[in-house]
Nanobody, 120 residues
Framework: QVQLVESGGGLVQAGGSLRLSCATSGRTFSSYTMGWFRQAPGKEREFVGTISWSTGVTSYADSVKGRFTISRDNAKNTVYLQMNSLKPEDTAVYYC?????????????WGQGTQVTVSS
């Protein structure tokens, strides 16, 4: 059974940092791209960034560029989202997801999400 399990969310003051983890299991994701998304209350799900599991190449939404960093640990089958200089508008449920490298549109595996709350 394929699983993506996020952890590391919590409550932090504006300007603070958090590191989210996405532990994967159940299959090999070497030919996949891992994505981070977030959804705030009353808003649509928003793209945060991606990392290629095989190459480590990353991409970010403009809203988080320069503040967030995505990395992966192949030995631990885990992807990370390091979030620095957090702002209240970063408050959301954060999800990790996986899509095949050849399918740019369809993320077919999703985690359950972890809540991040940034207080002002």
């Amino acid at each position: 059974q394929v699983q993506l399990v996020e952890s590391g969310g919590g409550l932090v003051q504006a300007g603070g940092s958090l590191r989210l983890s996405c532990a994967t299991s159940g299959r090999t994701f070497s030919s996949y791209t891992m994505g981070w998304f977030r959804q705030a209350p009353g808003k649509e799900r928003e793209f945060v960034g991606t990392i290629s599991w095989s190459t480590g190449v990353t991409s970010y939404a403009d809203s988080v560029k320069g503040r967030f960093t995505i990395s992966r640990d192949n030995a631990k089958n885990t992807v990370y989202l390091q979030m620095n200089s957090l702002k209240p508008e970063d408050t959301a449920v954060y999800y990790c997801a996986a899509r095949p490298n050849t399918d740019y549109l369809r993320y077919n595996y999703w985690g359950q999400g972890t809540q991040v709350t940034v207080s002002s």
